[in-house]
């Protein structure tokens, strides 16, 4: 047909043998691949390109960092050597430093020779060495997803550094970052006051901004600013900033207690355009956050150069190769959502966390009492009408507002990730579904009824959406369906599911962040993208500089988690490192809608029920904590069931022993490397034990993200639990054949993960573990190619 068609629309083709026309067409589609090949063949070689350019600017920067540090070195030398009143006279003028000449601030004049000043000093930071700097710890040497970055050794204050590729134009790159509030989720404001341009093409603006404080047991921070926008000879665009004296730009006389004014030194961004498009962008962020303003035990949160690269120097080159993904649709969100819209959802719900730990007067808080005991504070809002339907008609529902109940508490021993994952995964051990499903109500209905007048119920089951995440997948959105059921007839409207708006950080245990959190606001289940939100949920900060390192490293490790015998006897070295005296803050803040008349009972229910919630983060911070895992592992495992490494030999042998051949590589056959291979087998290993209600008793990381638990929760789970109806009925009508033959396969089906997410697997193998004895120990199972679906 298709010949006949292009005979007719050109009958000179009558001529052509049909052989001649299919091979043309044939040659036709391979020229059409080679040409995309070509083309994105052509893409790849100008990122390298760009990036081995960055790499030659980075070793070139080393190479005048070295030159230096041995010129340094070779002077002191000299000193050394000569005599005391040469020493004295060279010290002395080592020591003067040339005094500036004055400038006036307060004129366009004086305001560009600042602004050429802090020019040059930030580049000198940004591609020289006027900053000793060191790589980044916890981050790949060399350009890995996120760039290059490094922070400063020994120098006043606070720095980072971060250069990178990235695929935007430098105008838009600029734009993007020159407006900190939609990026940086610790500034609560960015004025421009004034703003001339500088003569050269450029613009000088003064700037206030204020910062929100991480936590509740110190002030927040604000700077007054000039930021200079200029471009250089070589087409490069910059945007440096720097502090200013002075009081200019600060809040209010009600609201200046509630800031400390810290200085942000020579900062800012280097734009520098690439051949086929994109730019290379140096990040420089330097600040001195007035550190012995904060009480003692907060003073690292405030003194550490890799809090500041984390929350700042990363979070900027993430955030614009986050836009750069969206803009070429390399991004796709469920729901249909834009993802300005589901970006949009996040920074709302980390502004209204932060709003309500901080309780700035000037947005309508105000103290409403405070717990000695527990330190449990109590803040009002009455500005806040949080109701979507909110009846004119009605007094009560135009009166009222939000009252917030928050509380600070130091852990110690605590892995934040751990237990921020703990706190996601497992709701309903320290929730109360009544409060949220009242929320949810009073935000719909636009009435606050007081959350403790009724009861409710929960089914137990909450399934979780997933609709976002950022680049490097440290941060992610997702909705939260809490199914509830009806006590009586009258609560059926209140009792049914809840759906909540959820956002997640830091919950990979080997990602290098100093953030965790869990935050989280009732939502209506058409989630309309002008929904309100109120948020609550919870803030983890590691306050010691070798927290990442630690957190990095302590994966669950099977031999560290499960050994109870021989781990105590290992040197510092061989195995995880400890975390003894790692200590973090913890801070949680719950948001709740009140009607005027019953605002002191909202205030004692909400007092109490974050009593609740602390009583329950302290038992599970205690059940998680290193110094107990092991205990309480090696208890549930003795004296009637081995060891780690015996567990491991057992289940290997038991295998090849059922099966005739090896679980495992016949190099991994002896001691700890048995033990490292099952950890990180690709398929998923479950154990159950063999009693009247089958439970798991041990998973390798395979299992453990296939069923979306921790080794602490998964002896809770029984194994009928994570079969679907069709997956018992096989395991049903198997586990006769596994007891007498000793193994089973099963085929392929579907799982369920403790999220009552669905998982697929192609298939299934089940054996007997036989212990020394001959005597039969548990029951493995392996999920052979499993996935989400």
């Known amino acids: 047909m298709r010949r006949q068609q292009l005979i007719r629309e050109c009958p000179i083709l009558s001529n052509i043998e049909p052989k001649q026309i299919k091979v043309w067409f044939q040659n036709r589609r391979c020229r059409e691949k080679q ?33 230096q540090l041995v010129y340094e070195n070779g002077y002191m030398r000299q000193q050394l050597q000569s005599a005391s009143l040469a020493t004295d006279t060279t010290c002395e003028s080592v020591v003067t430093t040339p005094h500036h000449s004055l400038r006036d601030a307060n004129n366009p004049t004086g305001l560009l020779s600042i602004a050429e000043e802090t020019l040059a000093e930030f580049l000198s930071k940004a591609t020289g060495t006027a900053v000793d700097w060191v790589q980044m710890p916890g981050m790949k040497p060399g350009p890995d997803s996120t760039g290059i970055v490094a922070i400063s050794h020994s120098c006043s204050g606070v720095a980072a550094r971060a250069c990178g590729l990235v695929s935007l134009e430098p105008t838009k790159i600029a734009e993007i970052l020159k407006d900190r509030p939609s990026w940086f989720r610790d500034c609560r404001s960015l004025e421009v006051f004034t703003m001339f341009p500088a003569g050269n093409g450029g613009t000088v603006e003064l700037v206030y901004m204020q910062m929100y404080a991480p936590t509740t ?42 800031f400390v004014r810290a200085e942000m030194l020579p900062s800012g961004y280097l734009i520098r355009p690439c051949e086929g498009g994109g730019s290379i962008v140096h990040i420089v962020d330097h600040v001195d956050l007035e550190a012995w303003r904060v009480p003692e035990v907060l003073r690292p949160l405030y003194e550490s150069s890799k809090v500041v690269a984390q929350k700042l120097t990363i979070a900027a080159l993430h955030h614009i190769k986050q836009i750069a993904q969206e803009i070429s649709g390399e991004v796709v969100y469920n729901l249909g959502r834009q993802p300005a819209v589901l970006r949009t959802f996040s920074q709302r719900l980390s502004r209204g966390f932060n709003d309500a730990i901080n309780g700035f007067i000037d947005d309508g808080w105000s103290l409403l009492d405070c717990d000695g005991v527990e330190d449990v504070i109590i803040s009002t809002n009455s500005s806040k009408c949080m109701g979507t339907n909110v009846n004119p008609g009605n007094p009560l529902a135009m009166s009222g507002g939000v009252l917030c109940a928050k509380a600070s508490m130091l852990l110690q021993n605590v892995p934040p990730a751990l237990l921020v994952r703990f706190l996601r995964e497992h709701r309903s051990e320290w929730a109360d579904y009544s409060i949220d499903a009242y929320s949810a109500a009073s935000l719909k209905a636009g009435l606050c009824a007081f959350p403790g007048s009724r009861s409710s119920g929960f089914s137990g089951s909450q399934i979780i959406i997933p609709l976002a995440h950022t680049v490097e997948h440290e941060e992610f959105l997702e909705v939260i369906r809490l199914e509830g059921q009806s006590i009586t007839q009258d609560d059926a409207i209140l009792s049914r599911d809840v759906h909540l708006l959820q956002l997640c950080s830091g919950m990979d245990e080997n990602a290098v962040g100093a953030c965790f959190q869990l935050v989280f606001a009732p939502i209506d289940e058409l989630f309309p993208d002008d929904a309100p939100l109120l948020p609550s949920g919870f803030r983890v900060i590691s306050l010691d500089s070798k927290a990442d390192d630690i957190t990095a490293h302590r994966t669950l490790d099977l031999a ?59 038992r599970v911070s205690m059940a998680i904590s290193p110094s107990r895992l092991g205990g309480h592992m090696g208890s549930k495992l003795s004296p009637g069931s ?75 789970i029984a194994l009928d639990k994570i079969f679907d109806e069709a997956g018992r009925k096989t395991l049903c009508s198997e586990f006769s054949k596994i007891m007498e033959q000793g193994y089973s396969y099963l085929p392929a089906g579907l799982c369920i993960s403790s999220m009552c997410r669905n998982v697929s697997y192609e298939q299934a193998i089940a054996w007997k573990v036989l212990d020394e004895d001959g005597s039969v120990h548990c029951l493995a199972f392996s999920f052979v190619n499993w996935s989400f679906v």
Not at 582 to 609: C, G, K, N, W
């Open 642 to 716: 081995p060891e780690a490494l015996t567990l491991a030999c057992w289940i290997c042998q038991s295998y090849s022993f059922h099966m005739g051949v090896e679980l495992l590589s016949t190099d991994c056959q002896t001691g700890d490397s048995m033990l490292k291979s099952l950890w990180h087998y690709p398929d998923a290993i479950l154990c159950c034990s063999l009693k009247a209600l089958p439970v798991f008793t041990f998973a390798n990381q395979a299992g453990l993200d296939m069923l979306e638990t921790t080794l602490v929760a998964l002896q809770d």
């Open 35 to 67: 040409r995309k090949e070509a083309c994105r063949l052509q893409t790849v070689n100008r990122k390298l390109n760009a990036m081995n350019k960055l790499l030659m600017e980075e070793n070139e920067r080393l190479q005048k960092q070295v030159s």
């Open 560 to 618: 560290s988690s499960l050994e109870t015998g021989s781990a105590a006897n290992r040197a510092d070295g061989d195995g995880v490192p400890s975390t003894s005296g790692h200590r973090s803050v913890l801070t949680i803040a719950f948001q709740f809608p009140y009607e005027a008349h019953l605002q002191d009972s909202v205030a004692v229910m909400a007092r109490q029920y974050v009593r609740s919630v602390i009583s329950s983060v302290q």
């Open 217 to 258: 047991l110190a002030p927040a921070r604000d700077f007054w600013t000039l930021r200079y926008t200029t471009g250089l000879e070589d087409g490069s665009l910059v945007v440096c900033e720097r502090s200013l004296s002075g009081s200019g730009g600060g809040p209010s006389a009600s609201t200046a207690h509630q």
